[in-house]
């Protein structure tokens, strides 16, 4: 089965710092661009990152630019955010997306998501 | 960057009846690089349409997309009780950046 599964997400302090990871189950990642999304609470989807198969080319909105890095490790398949220099307006749910095989830009398997809250 | 805007923000229908949800593009949109979405409460988002008017594996054939250039649609031919959530369209070009529209709500009247 495909299966995406978030985790690291938390309460964190604004200023303050965290890791989130994506592991992937089911298939290759390696064969996959792969993308971050969030949402924040009652607010609908921001793109926050991509990252292609090799890891050589990174997208990021522009609010999260210098601060966020995505990264991944396809020998662990697994897939990964690191937040620096977090303020209140990074509290979300964070999703890890998967393009249709071959594809690229929509998205057919999500995680479940993983919450990151950042207090004042 | 291409900016989405969808209509209604809310949209009450019964179950049966037809539902029509509007996505605008600030540009038109090439090679019809448009998805839409469906989110329930506490679930991720569930792939419907891509490239405009194709469905996704498993998507019941009530959903359809359409449209071309700047002007988007989505159509739900006879509502379920299951298809009452959020929707979302989404443009995606050749490379990064994405977006969203900020989402029409289906609810049921």
């Known amino acids: 089965e495909v299966q995406l599964v978030e985790s690291g997400g938390g309460l964190v302090q604004s200023g303050g710092s965290l890791r989130l990871s994506c592991a992937a189950s089911g298939f290759t990642l390696s064969t996959f661009w792969m993308t971050w999304v969030r949402q924040a609470p009652g607010k609908g989807l921001e793109w926050v990152a991509s990252?292609?198969?090799?890891?050589?080319?990174?997208y990021y909105v522009d609010s999260v630019k210098g601060r966020f890095t995505v990264s991944r490790d396809n020998a662990k398949n697994s897939l990964y955010l690191q937040m620096n220099d977090l303020t209140e307006d990074d509290t979300a749910v964070y999703y890890c997306?998967?393009?249709?095989?071959?594809?690229?830009?929509?998205?057919?398997?999500w995680g479940q998501g993983t919450p990151v809250t950042v207090s004042s | 960057e291409i900016v989405l805007t969808q209509s209604p923000g809310t949209l009450s229908l019964s179950p049966g009846e037809r539902a029509t949800l509007s996505c605008r593009a600030s540009?038109?949109?090439?090679?019809?690089?448009l998805a839409w979405y469906q989110q329930k409460p506490g679930q991720a988002p569930r792939l419907l349409i891509y490239?405009?008017?194709s469905r996704a594996t498993g998507i019941p054939d009530r959903f359809s997309g359409s449209g071309s250039g700047t002007d988007f649609t989505l159509t739900v031919s006879r509502l379920e009780p299951e298809d009452f959530a959020v929707y979302y369209c989404q443009h995606y070009g050749n490379s990064p950046p994405y977006t969203f529209g900020q989402g029409t709500k289906l609810e049921i009247k």
């Open positions: 490239g405009t008017s």
């Open positions: 990252i292609n198969q090799g890891g050589s080319e990174k």
């Open positions: 997306a998967r393009p249709r095989y071959l594809q690229f830009g929509h998205f057919d398997t």
């Open positions: 540009q038109s949109v090439t090679n019809n690089y």
